[in-house]
């Protein structure tokens, strides 16, 4: 075994360097690795201040942990806030939580033209599964209520980032 030593200096070179590619990453992407290990409390202590900065991933993923409790007691009107400022830039996923809790009645009084405008908003940025929960609240509006909810969606295209 005469190449052991060359092994393992090897071994401690890769080591080296895959821990100053981590060192060097972006702070967005050691939260998303420190919420990957389950350190719920750190990595949320990470995302705030991203998100408080304009961080349009951090801000919804802020309001999701809030919203299941990880790191923080669960405060779904506290979600509803960042999720808020996260669909502001264009976030489908922002756009889908937000229908989720106008279509449950949630932190906010349940409104199905509401939820139903969330939820085109997601289908328009390509959220994966908006389209059901669109065609369901679809069920839940009047005839006379789809104008009011195309017209939330196109006032919320032309005043904010488009999906």
Same mark, same amino acid.
Request: hydrophobic share 45%; glycine share 8%; aromatic share 12%.
């Given at each position: #075994? !005469?190449? !052991?030593? &060359? #092994? =393992?200096?090897? *071994?401690?070179? #890769? $080591?080296?360097?895959?821990? !100053?590619? =981590? ?17 719920? %409390?750190?990595?949320?202590?990470? =995302? ?14 802020v309001? #999701?942990?809030?919203?299941?409790? $990880? ?5 779904? !009107? ?9 669909a ?5 996923? *922002? ?7 106008y ?24 959220? *994966? ?17 789809? %104008?009011?909810? &195309? ?8 005043? =904010? &980032?488009?999906?």
């Amino acid at each position: #075994m !005469t190449h !052991t030593p &060359k #092994m =393992f200096l090897l *071994a401690l070179l #890769m $080591q080296g360097l895959a821990s !100053t590619a =981590f060192a060097e990453g972006n702070a967005y992407d050691d939260a998303v690795h420190v919420y990957g290990c389950a350190d719920y %409390p750190k990595a949320l202590k990470l =995302f705030i201040p991203l998100a408080e900065q304009g961080d349009r991933l951090a801000q919804f993923q802020v309001g #999701m942990m809030i919203e299941q409790g $990880q790191g923080a007691e669960a405060s779904l !009107t506290q979600a509803y806030d960042w999720y808020l400022k996260a669909a502001r830039q264009g976030v489908a996923d *922002a756009y889908f939580a937000l229908g989720q809790i106008y279509s449950r009645g949630e932190a906010v009084a349940m409104d199905p033209v509401q939820a139903y405008a969330w939820f085109d908003l997601a289908v328009k940025g390509g959220h *994966a599964v908006a389209g059901d929960w669109l065609k369901k609240e679809s069920s839940r509006l009047k005839p006379d209520e789809f %104008p009011k909810a &195309k017209s939330i969606v196109a006032d919320w295209l032309n005043t =904010f &980032k488009k999906p």
